[in-house]
């Protein structure tokens, strides 16, 4: 049954394209005219020693991903084909993976432990491979077997423990396992080697080890060797037991307290006096304790009372020396940290934990570090001064603004002054700063404003690095006059914070476009928090500029396919730009003929940029030609023939679901816009919807989207809407059943069956009025599962307020659109009254309303 | 080395602009789907698309504009709302002017009317429903021609009130405009930030009404943006209290009669015997109908439509019938169907027979005043005829009121006790 596959998957990695092409085809082919003997081909290739190693680990990465996938849509169906293959070709399989554990090829045994993890998280469960852990612990006790399979044993335990939960187990085999890896750790047994492994496997095996870790005694002694292991000699080894540490601090926070002293020590020598990547690994147990109380502190409220995890103080307790501890890190800075940005040492993980330490303590952390900060900033030494800004801008968040206002306050001129200082890395760090105060503290005032504006206008021409974190300070200054009352402030200062950041995106000494990106997304914010009454002039100037600078990429040399993407990336900030400036402009009536008078232009620019990129949909551009159709309304109808091929491009993009997603708004947004004239286009665009929504391939998000889009096609096409009621409707049902389905405990899953909800009220809202007049009988058939959907609904206490909002709407519309067919449904049911009840006392004036009016439609039905 | 995957590099807050501009659009996506949405359920939205400027933003009053023609235009009673929309000029005016619920005059006292009945005293002067949307305030008068267009503090009012909030929602409320504080006294409310309550009781309009309007702010002085001052009216129960209170009480505005609404009357446009004016000397300086000139005509003057048999008829639904012109009369003074004509009551007044009228003795005068939108209605006929000759009383009323309490406390049972 299994095939000869080497040489088609030496040549799938083959340089020349066409050969890889051509060979990535016929695995293909292979896989699904026959995916059991594929599968046991691939197991074949993986097992024998005789193969290249590149074969080999090629035929353990397809075998991987013919297992597990990340969307959950492909997943299910991988593990359904599994399941599917007959018994004896999959004990065949799971022999070959198991021999090849003792391969003495790493690649091959470390693939092979992830593909054996893939399948026992499918057959464990389901109680179908009972002999895995057996044969996994024999190899273990085998003593004339080499140190390598302890090795590949070791490890594959650890990641079959993450895949599956301790209850999938019998109790004794979770206790044999847990104690297999905890001797692997033992120094006197074992090779370095299989230490590491060991370690690293209990590692992944933490949440799987919950039964014990509840024990006390069996605690205690998980923590001693994971504490010795600690102290290794070895620094990897080290490594690897501060990693148990972190995940520990996480998983048990709420059993750590007798520990905690061993832990600080253990701790403080690391980040004192040990290797770098032990050090980091010693902060990030203390940030994960931080993540553990900020977390039980934002969920704490006086109800939950006793029965709420405990919290344990532990930040709190060891302020005092933690704090020290942390800002000595800081200290540490490397000499050329500022010009990557991927770059972790002990300065930045200092900085971060300092950072969360502020969030979980507040006020308490600002005598610790002011000293410091005070005692630094001055310093010659440029390690001083940028130590005491970062500090300095790390606790920014928590403290309460009264104490931090006054600090800040005194502290601005010097900041800004920082802004000119010789070091770079000082000048980097104190426009991070400058970034934070501006989002997170409210004290800019028209006294100040003018010399931030100067400074942060002199320093956007700093290097590139510096300006990039000058655009952040603009973004959240802007931001900060958001709301309409303060926006007049800025208008002074609204031309040259443009013409600045303008200048920003012309420069050409950086290597990557980020700055590039980052003005424009600065003009973006700096657009949308300007007061429009005394600006409109200058936005209405800044459109052909930004129109003509798009005009611009479409004249780019395109020599290789890096070019491509880098004139996608320009065009997707430009098109952002252009999406807020029309989306400002056609905010009031006065100044959105200043872009409809553009309306021709701009489109034209949005579909030459779609024909630029032939496989794709630009995302940028499909949201801003959203934006459009709001502005212009009905005229967008003579847009609508060149566009509409590019919106079904759109509805059909189901790799990049946020593609999808935005088309369907945009659907929407034209319906909006043409009202009845969209109906040419309807069917195409249904059909498209339609198929979507069935998709097993479509990310699940896009869907509740797609159900209110249903909802403004029906309103904009009114009657017409009946030719696709058969088609919509049982959809709308299923999703309906779906939502019921839900399991409460499940917070994410609960979060999206909210917004299911809603999107299919509006949709049964906007059907139900746009029939109203002419078509209301041809709902009628769904009248009653409507209503016991909203009775459902009604019955969730804890349901979202803006699902509230749509329930009540849509049993409105219900009651409006059907008259006094609905009297005898609502006669039948008595929670209606209660709900109403329930959203009349809210505090939500617009809730209240529409519940009025609700009640209302109610009414009249029942007297009629 | 790089951090762990969930510790972004913290000193390096890459600005995420683009899931902004996602949210934002979803937002602004939301907001129109929740506007489309709310029109839809609004019954008047016609208002919203009618209230731009068009070119009779003077009140240049041209209701009759050609001869035979007016009938064919003339929106039917059930007018559609969406095609109203589309109406321009005279016709708009037309449908807006059947926008307003017209109380009847009282002829005589309704049953039951300390339970079922609110009064108040109605301000003297215009009577205008006012429509706040997209920034601005519109006033428009009985015949659809408008008053004011102005700034106010009402939602969607003015164009400094919550940007960010839905332009198009509005609100219209039906007032009567007080030349002397320049003042609108709100006495109904149609809708409110989009919700209709046509649909809803006297009870909770009066309620909502109360509760909403001081909310805005619009019961403020004027100021840069709020033109006008808007009032709330005094609304009593029917009972003795508070017609005394409604008929003697202090009022800040000159009053024009009584208004009374069944509590249960939802809004009805057109004319109603669910509300009703009640005017004496006492409470009214317009208690009988003056000529255009202010002066009381000797004989009542009445205008009535003409109709296609030369009948003439009120502006009732259905038309009750008070008189006929014949053909060749019509020809020789060049007049068309539904035209209104002005007659005077002559000598022989107005005769009734089991509670209709039976004949009336008609002197035609003329063609009314063009701004006239409408004949007289039965009841105001009536009225003025009995304000000429046996006027209703504020007696009649009490005593209506303080016999229907007896009727309550009786005992039922009271004959059987006998």
Redesign the interface.
Known sequence: MAMEITQILLSAQALDARVRTEAEASLRQFQEQNLPAFLLSLSFELANNDKPIESRRLAGIILKNSLDAKDAARKNLLVQQWVGIEISVKSQIKELLLRTLGSSAHEAWHTSAQVIAKVASIEIPQKQWPELIGALLNNMTQRDQPASLKQATLETLGYVCEEISHQDLAQDEVNTVLTAVVQGMNLAEHSPEVRLAATRALCNALAFAQTNFDNEMERNYIMKVVCETAMSKEAEIRQAAFECLVSIASLYYELLEPYMQTLFELTSNAVKGDE??VA?QAI?FW?SICDEEIELQDYESPEVGESGAPHSCFIEKALSVLVPMLLETLLKQEEDQDQD?????LS??G??CL?LVARTVGDAILPLVMPFVEENIKKPDWHCREAAT?AF??VLEGPTAEKLSPLVNAGLDFLLSLMKDENSHVRD?TA?TL??VF?LLDIISSENLQKVVIVLLESIRDASHIAE?V??AI?FLAQGFED?ESSSLLSPYLMDMITGLLNTADRTDSSDSKLRS?AY??I??VV?CSN??ESSQIIVQLLPVIMNKLQQTLELQIMKSDDREKQGDLQ?SLC?VL??II?KLS???ETRPAVVQFADQIMALFLSVFACHSSTVHE?AM?AI??LA?ATGAEFLKYMPEFSKYLQMGLQNFEEY?VCS?TV?VV??IC?ALDDKILPFCDGIMELLLKDLQSDMLHQSVKPAIF?CF??IA?AIGEQFEKYVHHALPMMQQAAEICAQIDPSDEELMEYGYQLKRSIF?AY??IL??F??TKSELMLPYASHLLQFIELVCNDKQRDESVTKATV?VM??LA?ALGSNTKLLFRDCVFYIDFLGECLQSDD??LK??A??TQ??I??VMVS | MAPPDHRRPYKRPAISDQQRRRELSLLRQAQSRLDAQHRARCLASSVLSLENPEPDSVPELELESKPGEERSEAPPKEFDVRQASKLRGAEARKWFARQLMLPEWMIDVPDRLSQDWYVFARPAGKRCFVVSSNGAAVSRLRNGSILHRFPSALPSGARTRDVSGSAQSYSILDCIFHEPDQTYYAIDMLCWRGYSLYDCTAEFRFFWLNSKLAETGACEPPSQYHRYRFSLVPVYNCDHSGLHAAYTGAAPYVKDGLLFYNKEAHYQTGNTPLALVWKDENCSQYVIDTDSQGNVPKQQQVVLELQEDGKLTTSDDPPVVFGCLDGDFIQKSGLCLGNLLRFAIGDGGLSFVDGGLDKADLCYLGKSNRARAFADSYSKIVFQHMVRHSPLKIDDFLSSISSSVDQENQPRDVEMAG
């Open positions: 770098e990547a980091l990030e940030s940005d991927t770059v972790w040492n930045m993980a900085g971060t950072g970062y801008g790390s760090t991070w970034s934070r989002e974190k655009c952040g973004y309409s980052s997304e600065t973006n914010e949308r429009l009454a997707a952002g999406q807020v989306q905010s009031t009536d940028e949201l959203g934006a709001y946020q935005i708004g929407g947004d909006r209110s909802g403004d309103l509006e809202s906007g009025q746009g109203k007049d709407a409105g519309d409006d004036e617009q309303e529409t009025t009016w209302g439609m009414g009249r």
